[in-house]
């Protein structure tokens, strides 16, 4: 089945630094691809999407770009903040499937 | 306007109680979606709602797990019997899904169940 595979946290990075976190998919139809942000103490809350290949999500300074050639949709941001802090989810949803597949998260601590 | 909003937020029970958890849906939304999320994993489903109808209850673990959405708003999910394996938090989210391009699923703060 359609599943979501990111890379393993926990990543710890200096204020201003250059964050990638890796996020790969398996799927047989056409999903549409997330990024869900926890912060702390609060609800996931949808960073960016993108629906189909080639499209680039962005929001907040973060980006992805779908990448269907290499089922890839890795977040980058070029300058993070200790405001960044916070667990990110990377999550598929296909067009004949009700529910968003999850990975398991990569807890992010940007320190100043 | 307001979010999805989860009650309670805290559910401390027995091995074997019987609980029920709330979700209160965006105002018309009519698609409903149950994760249960354990600790250091993401969100897992469990249900869907369309409406009032169940639309896709295949991530329900086993019988013991039943959600209900009789007026198609407000959803209750109800776990019987409960063991320690149900300890997590249990997310709701809703969307203005009405078929077709999946949109966006706002999700609820969870509701965080402890087995003892």
């Known amino acids: 089945g359609d599943s979501v595979t990111q890379m393993e946290g926990p990543v710890t990075l200096s204020e201003e630094a250059f964050l990638t976190i890796n996020c790969t998919y398996t799927a047989t139809g056409y999903p549409s691809l997330f990024w869900y942000v926890q912060y702390p103490g609060e609800g996931l809350q949808l960073l960016l999407k993108?629906?189909?290949?080639?499209d680039k999500g962005s929001n907040k300074g973060f980006e992805a770009t779908y990448r269907k050639e290499t089922t890839s949709f890795h977040l980058e941001k070029g300058s993070v903040q200790v405001s960044d802090s916070a667990v990110y989810f990377c999550a598929l949803s296909d067009l004949l499937s009700n529910d968003m597949r999850f990975g398991a998260g990569t807890r992010l601590t940007v320190k100043p | 306007g307001a979010g999805v909003s989860q009650t309670p937020s805290n559910k401390v029970t027995e091995k074997g109680k019987y609980v029920e958890l709330r979700c209160d849906p965006i105002?018309?939304?009519?698609?409903l979606y149950w994760y249960r999320q354990s600790l250091g994993q993401g969100p897992e489903f469990l249900i869907y709602?369309?409406?009032?109808?169940?639309?896709?209850d295949s991530g329900l673990p086993n019988d013991r797990f039943f959600a209900v959405r009789p007026e198609g708003s407000v959803s209750t999910l109800k776990i019987q019997r409960t063991e320690r394996g149900d300890s997590a938090v249990y997310l709701c989210?809703?969307?203005?899904?009405?078929?077709?391009?999946?949109?966006?699923?706002?999700f609820g703060p969870g509701t965080r169940l402890t087995v003892l």
């Open positions: 989210a809703s969307s203005s899904k009405t078929g077709g391009a999946p949109n966006e699923q706002f």
């Open positions: 993108a629906t189909k290949a080639d």
């Open positions: 105002s018309g939304h009519t698609a």
């Open positions: 709602f369309q409406g009032t109808g169940a639309a896709d």
